[in-house]
Each structure stands twice: as structure tokens, then as C-alpha cells.
């Protein structure tokens, strides 16, 4: 499965935050900011991090996906 973070821009422009916004805040570095970006993983507490900054759940910031074949 394939893990995406469309949710976690989408919720950054509702809260009218700029990536590097969230970076400050949360306390990330730019390699996670680059890895989320990519739709890449990143560990469980980098996303502990993000949750706690925006006040939401995992659930609202990133989806699995099916791989494609």
C-alpha cells in the first residue's frame, strides 16, 4: 500500500498555514517536510508531531492507497 498526504495540504490551506509554517511549529525538519512532499513515509513520530501542531487526527492528515500494478 502507498501512503498519501493530499489530506495534510489540503488541511494547510484551510488553516491558511504554509509548509514551512508547519515545519516551524511542529518542530520537522526539511528532509520530513521533502519525504511528505514525495508521499513518502515517515516515522510515527514525525506524524505525532503534525497531529499535536494542527490539533487532528492521523486519519486527517495522510490515506492508503492500493499500490499500482
Known amino acids: 500500500m502507498a501512503v498519501r498526504y493530499n489530506k495534510l495540504w489540503k488541511l494547510l490551506i484551510d488553516k491558511e498555514m504554509k509548509k514551512v509554517d508547519l515545519r516551524d511549529q511542529a518542530g520537522l525538519t526539511t528532509n520530513v517536510l521533502a519525504k511528505l512532499g514525495k508521499n513518502e513515509h515517515v516515522s510515527t ?13 492521523v486519519g486527517d492528515i495522510l490515506e492508503f492507497v492500493p499500490d499500482e500494478k
Not at 513520530?45 to 487526527?57: D, F, G, R, V, Y
Request: glycine share 0%; aromatic share 0%; net charge positive.
Open 45 to 57: 513520530h514525525c506524524l505525532e508531531k503534525i497531529c499535536k501542531t494542527l490539533k487532528c487526527e
